[in-house]
């Protein structure tokens, strides 16, 4: 039996047809929903949020601010109506090369023939000639090198996407030899060159238009930064980028053409590992592609999103040196994605909320038999002697919230890091972060925090937000008293996080002092 699930001896698999126990709390992995054409109404947002969709993700490698603006607007109206807390993730355009099909007619290439990429952008998109964004492609490109085409990400579908090889550069031009039949539709294809480097800026134009768009939306300082790993620059780079990042996308899609299929498997199993010990969240991309056009993923991809979550492997410690070039130990290696990121299948896709909700389904399965104690032992070895005091204080409470089984921990916190710190060690209980306001000044009014902090937890594994009065100040020493604790209760309460009898494990501070304590709960 495999140590790292949870699962008996002498389970008989026909147990697995009986309907699942009712679960007092949903899915504690994350799902990002991408909210676009097929998902904008506030209809469709406010069934996506009862569904399970905990963040709202913006693509704005399409489409201008203002359609965003109105999305964004309809996502407000539907948090407010379902009274759902809903994060925001905006997704910059970045380096991305494009060819520009102003007609939006489809596009059939064949298989053997020949295609010129030029950025000549005056000039019509054809099954001869696609112009593209890029001035410099020829002069980054040789004789042999490797691209790929397709519609907003890439399917992998030999009739969506096309594989292209470089056998010329006249001039700007790059003169590409068709490797697969394919018809290409819509405005804009997104064009990947395969491990050659890209010599254009981080920040777009665009992207700094999306900058200012998010200053008006409150404190700029206070985004969160997730970088995104989609090529190989990112995977050589991935240590120094997770050290500075707040959390990490692994893009899938992009990065299964630059890998060699058979390693894209041990890339993901060693950056949500590296993500799971820094405790940063991990955001899995590309689960469930078939369910753009079908109600039901395939098998293969309902497996793959149980192993987002269950993911155990043994990481050999020369094939990692191989891919990162780091050094990981040799012992085997519990990884656990946070989140699930749906881009084309809510963006575009026929079945938005039968999406989040499937896959939310899929998630609640696997989180029942991960062995989550096993996990918890790894993560404190592996921390070792180099914990801080709040992470040493916070991981004490995960470790008394397995011994007493726990049906939930309560974390009482202004910034949302002590929070942050419990779901690092991945308890077997869902964590209320009872996010306490701070009073602030601009010397010309006074205002509260708290809600931004509180949504920002939306993306981290098994963290469910809720805002304390904003009478209750962090710096109050009143600030986590009984009146708090039993608004906290009462919430858990009435949604379904605890019971009568249940155990609770409190994590808060007093003074300057962090305590933990167990509470059993009566009628």
């Not at 060690?425 to 006074?446: A, F």
């Amino acid at each position: 039996m495999n140590p790292h699930l949870n699962l008996e001896e002498n389970m008989k698999l026909a147990s697995v047809l009986e309907p699942s126990k009712p679960s007092f709390f949903p899915a504690m992995t994350k799902i990002v929903g991408t909210l676009g054409p097929k998902s904008r109404s506030v209809e469709i947002i406010s069934n996506c949020l009862k569904a399970g969709m905990s963040v709202a993700r913006f693509d704005f490698s399409w489409g201008d601010t203002d359609y965003h603006q109105e999305t964004l607007d309809n996502l407000k109206i539907a948090v407010k109506s379902t009274k759902k807390l809903c994060g925001v993730m905006l997704d910059t355009v970045g380096p991305e090369l494009q060819v520009i099909n102003k007609k939006e007619n489809p596009i059939s290439l064949q298989e053997d023939s020949f295609v010129v990429l030029t950025p000549d952008l005056d000039k019509e998109a054809t099954s001869c000639l696609l112009p593209i964004n890029f001035t410099g492609l020829a002069t980054a490109v040789k004789k042999g090198d490797t691209i790929f085409i397709g519609q907003y990400l890439f399917t992998g579908n030999e009739t969506t996407s096309v594989w292209l090889e470089v056998t010329e550069v006249n001039g700007e031009d790059v003169v590409c030899l068709v490797k697969n039949s394919a018809t290409l539709s819509g405005l804009l294809y997104t064009l990947h060159v395969s491990q050659i480097h890209i010599n254009l800026p981080t920040l777009t134009d665009k992207d700094k238009e999306a900058r200012e768009f998010l200053s008006k939306l409150g404190d700029l300082y206070q985004t969160q930064i997730f970088a995104k790993i989609e090529n190989v620059e990112g995977l050589t780079h991935f240590d120094e980028i997770l050290q500075e990042a707040d959390g990490v996308i692994l893009s899938r899609g992009n990065l299964g053409i630059d890998l060699p299929p058979e390693k894209v498997f041990l890339f993901q199993k060693t950056a949500v590992f590296k993500c799971n010990m820094a405790g940063k969240p991990a955001v899995v991309t590309r689960v469930v592609d078939s369910m753009t056009e079908n109600l039901r993923p395939t098998r293969a991809e309902a497996t793959d999103v149980a192993n987002a979550i269950l993911d155990a492997s043994y990481t050999s410690e020369s094939i990692i040196l191989l891919l990162i070039a780091v050094l990981i130990p040799h012992s085997s290696s519990l990884v656990r994605s946070d989140a699930i990121l749906l881009g084309a299948e809510t963006l575009r896709g026929l079945y938005p909320v039968e999406t989040i909700s499937t896959v939310g389904r899929i998630c609640a399965e696997a989180e029942k038999v991960f062995n989550y104690d096993l996990y918890y032992k790894r993560a404190v070895k592996y921390a070792g002697d180099s914990m801080s005091h709040l992470e040493s204080i916070t991981s004490t409470a995960v470790r008394a919230a397995i011994k007493v089984k726990a049906s939930v921990i309560l974390c009482f916190t202004s910034t949302g890091r002590a929070a942050r710190f419990i779901a690092k060690y991945k308890p077997t209980t869902p964590v209320i972060s009872v996010v306490i306001p701070r009073l602030k000044t601009d010397q010309l009014r006074w205002t509260f925090t708290g809600a931004f902090e509180a949504r920002q937890s939306l993306i981290v594994r098994g963290i469910f937000p809720m805002l304390a009065d904003a009478r209750h100040q962090a710096e109050s020493a009143n600030s986590t008293n009984e009146s708090v604790l039993k608004v906290a209760l009462d919430h858990g309460k009435a949604h379904g996080f605890i019971k009568p009898h249940d155990r609770v494990v409190v994590c808060q501070k007093l003074g300057d002092a962090y305590v933990v304590k167990i509470l059993e709960l009566e009628d």
